[in-house]
Every structure is written in C-alpha cells, then in structure tokens.
C-alpha cells in the first residue's frame, strides 16, 4: 500500500457520504426548533450508514470472498449475500428493493436535474424556452427532456460501463461539495467579520453615548430628549414590524446562532472539511482522467452557453441580475425606486447614474403580488427571478450601471403600505429617487429639500437628506 494509493481510496471514501446532503431538502418543512431537529435527525441518518454499512461490508468480504473478487457478481453482492443467509426468497426480495430504490433515486436525480435547468433559465443563463410548459399538463417538457436524454446519452456512450459512470459520478459530487463547502465558508467569515463590526460599533456608541452624557448641559437636555424618543420609535416601529413577521410565518424567520455555531473553533473545523473535499476532488481529478475530461467538457459547454446567453442579454442593453441585496457596509447613498407599470422607470435609473458626485445606487424595485404562480417542490429565495417585468427593469438597470462604472445593488419588494419606508430605515440614503406618483407612498419620510428634475423620459421627484418623524 503506497501513498497515493491512500490518497486515492480517501478520495474514494467521501463517495459514502452520498445522499446525507439530501437531508437537507426536508428543512422547510422540519419542526421548529430546526437547529435541535436537524441535529436528531442527521444522528439517526449517521447511526444508520453508520451500522448498515461497514456491517455489510465485512460480511460481504468474509463470507463471500470469490463473489465479491469478481468483477460481474461483486455488483449483485448484496443480494448474493442474503441468499447466503435467508435463501433464494430473501436474495430475491432484496434485489428487487434495491432495483426499486435505484428507480427512486434516478426518478429524484431527474426531478432535480430539470429544477436546476428552470433554475438556469429563469436566471437566463440557459435558453428561455427551457421554461415552457406543456398546455395539456403544465410540465416543464422542454427542461424534463434534457434531464432525461442526457444520462440517456451518456449510458450509451460508455456502453453501460459501471466502473466509468462511477467515476463520472465521483466528479460530480466531489465538485459540488466542494463549491458547496467554499460558499458555506464564504458565509460564515462575512458573518464572523460582520459580527466583529457590530461589537466596535456597539462598543464605540456606548462610549460615544458616555462622553455625550458627561458633557451635555441643561440647554440641550430637551433636544436630546426629543432624539432619543426618536430612536425609541423608530426601534420600536422595527421590532413591531418583526413580531408581526414572525407571527405571520414563523418558519420563514431564521433562527438565531448558537454559541457553538459562532465559536472559533467551529469556525476552523469547517475551514479543515473544506480543505480535505478539496483534496479529495484534485485527487479524483488526477487519478481518473477520463472522468475529469468527461465533466470538464460538461462543464465547459454550459460555460458556453451561459456566456452566450450572456451576450445576447447585453447586445440588447440588458444584463441580468441573478441575486438581490444590500451589504451592511455598502454605501448606498442614492436610492431609485422602480415600480412595476410606472412609464418613468427608464427616467429613474438614468438620474439615479447621472448624479455629478456618481454616488453608489440601491435600486429598489416594487413588484405587484400575484395568484398565479403554481406552487413548486424547490423554490428559489430571489422572488424577482419571478417577475418578468422586474427582470427587464433591473436587468437595464445593471447594464446602465456597468456602463456608467457606478457600484449598484439591487432590491425586490411587494407593493405594499410603507415598503419603500423600511428599506429608507436600513440604508438612510442621501437622495431618493422617485415617481410622482408614487409620493403617496413616502408621506412618513420628509426631506430636508424636495426638486422635480425634468428629463427626456419623463418627470421625477428627489428627495434630499431626509429625517423622519413620527
């Protein structure tokens, strides 16, 4: 037993932990607490493999030596295995439960697949009519199709070749633990780096607050008074605002962090998985190249095709926005508010990148809910990506930023009372930018200054350094 051939059977092993990760679909409909069940319910799986597997192992190695040497029955070992123990009845009855989970799993692994494809397309980096429904059903068949002649494809071309679906296999799920366990990583140090910010804010307030309260006199005790019934309102308007959230659909709140989950310990414990998935998918990527040669050009060619997409996108001044989002620090100082059916929507974004100081934008785009949606068994979090006029509107947005060289985010709201007004309380941008028909919407913000700016598409309202009353 030499060195890599260690390496190589520890690249191997991680194929067990296939299927653990599919735990993970059940989370929206787990009980509440989810950290508490999560932790159950992923011991008893662990307590499972755990048992079942290495058990059956050494009984298949030991008691059936010859079968399992030999390259056809070695794949039927299990069964071979309860024929040794129970006879044919038994031998029989586990051939047939383990065909029918093999077609549970395929049936799954197509159902993802063709979700993964509508996921591509609403994000337009594959082909729109992806997205086309059957009239007669309303399935996805054009998607549904690829999820199926694909694999149909590729079991032809290696002639049912069980070693090298394998490895193909190996590829695969290497390569999405790893990216998975990347951007898990990615998280969790924006988190512990913002955690850190919040404590010396935190901590720079209070001695702020101190120092404030130590100097201050008797001429502007009734100013800072006013100031801080003021904030109390404001933070009581947000906690209002969270309750009722919560009361509304408690499942959709996340759950708060453990100590554990924010220790450093843990922190570099999920650093050290990372590393070894990541070693283990250079070493698969070595050790079987025409494995990598096959997901690699799998790979590449929806590279291609994205890039594509991509490029037509932009030939028509558009570029698509896949996520939506502020980060705490990001300095949003102009905020344009774009609403589905407002004729004056190419006019907002055009003043929002045309400010002399060329400030970082938030555009906030106000979409109407709607019943027609059909419910789905995966969904995506960026309701936007629902929206077609919402994916026009920030697409062109994007485009015109990028051209411009101006850093911009993006929101996506429902249209509903003080919608606009929650999003002023996080970010307090300098100048908000909007419809005038949409004043109605901002009554509890008033600003310092307020001028109508005529412009080629249309008339807008800003709104300059704003302070809100209550």
Known sequence: MTPVTV???????????SGLESISQLSPVMKLPRRMVGKVALFLVILTVGLTSPLLTILSTLLLPKEAADPVLSSQIISLLGGHWGGVFLQTEVAISASALLVFASNTAIIGSYHVFLALARMEFFPQFILKRNALRGTPHYSIALATIIP?????????????????????LLGAFSLTCLGMDIVRYRQRRYRRLQAKK???????????????????????????????????????????????????????????????LNFWLGML????????????????????????????????????SYRLHRRKGRIPVVATGVEQDFPGAVLAVLADGNQTNEAIIQSALHTPEQKAVVFLYLGERTSKRKPELFKLVEPHLHDEQAKKDLGRANYLAREAKIACR?????????????????????????????????????????????????QVTHLLNETVYD
């Open 7 to 17: 390496l190589v059977g520890f690249a191997g092993s991680f194929l067990a932990f």
């Open 152 to 172: 149909i494809l590729v079991l032809l071309a290696v002639q049912g070749n069980i070693t090298i679906l394998g490895d193909m296999y190996a590829f695969g």
């Open 273 to 308: 998985t990372t590393l070894l998935v990541l070693i283990a998918w250079s070493t698969n990527l070595i050790a079987k190249p025409l494995a990598t040669a096959f997901g690699g050009s799998v790979a590449l060619v929806g590279m291609v095709i994205a890039f594509i």
């Open 202 to 264: 935190s901590a720079a307030n209070a001695d702020s607050f101190a120092r404030r309260q130590l100097s201050s006199t008797s001429g502007n005790t009734q100013n800072k008074t006013q100031e801080t019934v003021h904030e109390h309102h404001i933070v009581e308007a947000g906690d209002k605002e969270a309750r009722e959230e919560e009361q509304a659909n408690p499942a959709e709140r996340p759950e708060a962090e453990g100590r554990w989950t924010r220790s450093t």
């Open 410 to 458: 993006f929101l996506y709201r429902h249209r509903e009372p003080d919608a606009i007004y929650r999003v002023w309380q996080e970010l307090h941008p300098q100048d908000i930018i909007i419809a005038e028909e949409q004043m109605p919407e901002v009554l509890r913000i008033h600003p310092k200054r307020r001028y109508e700016e005529a412009t080629p598409g249309g």
